[in-house]
Nanobody, 113 residues
Framework: QVQLVESGGGLVQAGGSLRLSCAAS????????MAWYRQAPGKQRELVAS???????NYVDSVKGRFTISRDNAKNTVYLQMNSLKPEDTAVYYC???????WGQGTQVIVSS
């Protein structure tokens, strides 16, 4: 099982940027697709972005052009660079290896208007 630990959340003004990191334990990190999800208060958890072992990426429409997912297999880490943040991006962000149903504990992102 892969254990995931997120960091990098916080409070930021609208238009600002944050970079989330997700450190994974285990030497087989590089074979998994990884993803970032988020859950806002009162809403269902949604997929924000995903990245395959080879680096192919996919994004939900609401973050395209603003967020970038990337991975460093040598460091067992996946990142989510978030630019031009909006108040509607406020949520708890979770790192996941969906194929093995591994999840981090989540990191809070609050975007003030």
């Amino acid at each position: 099982q892969v254990q995931l630990v997120e960091s990098g959340g916080g409070l930021v003004q609208a238009g600002g940027s944050l970079r989330l990191s997700c450190a994974a334990s285990g030497s087989i990190f590089s074979i998994y697709s990884m993803a970032w999800y988020r859950q806002a208060p009162g809403k269902q958890r949604e997929l924000v972005a995903s990245i395959t072992p080879g680096g192919s990426t996919n994004y939900v429409d609401s973050v395209k052009g603003r967020f970038t997912i990337s991975r460093d297999n040598a460091k067992n880490t996946v990142y989510l660079q978030m630019n031009s943040l909006k108040p509607e991006d406020t949520a708890v962000y979770y790192c996941s290896a969906p194929v093995i149903n591994s999840w981090g504990q989540g990191t809070q992102v609050i975007v003030s208007s």
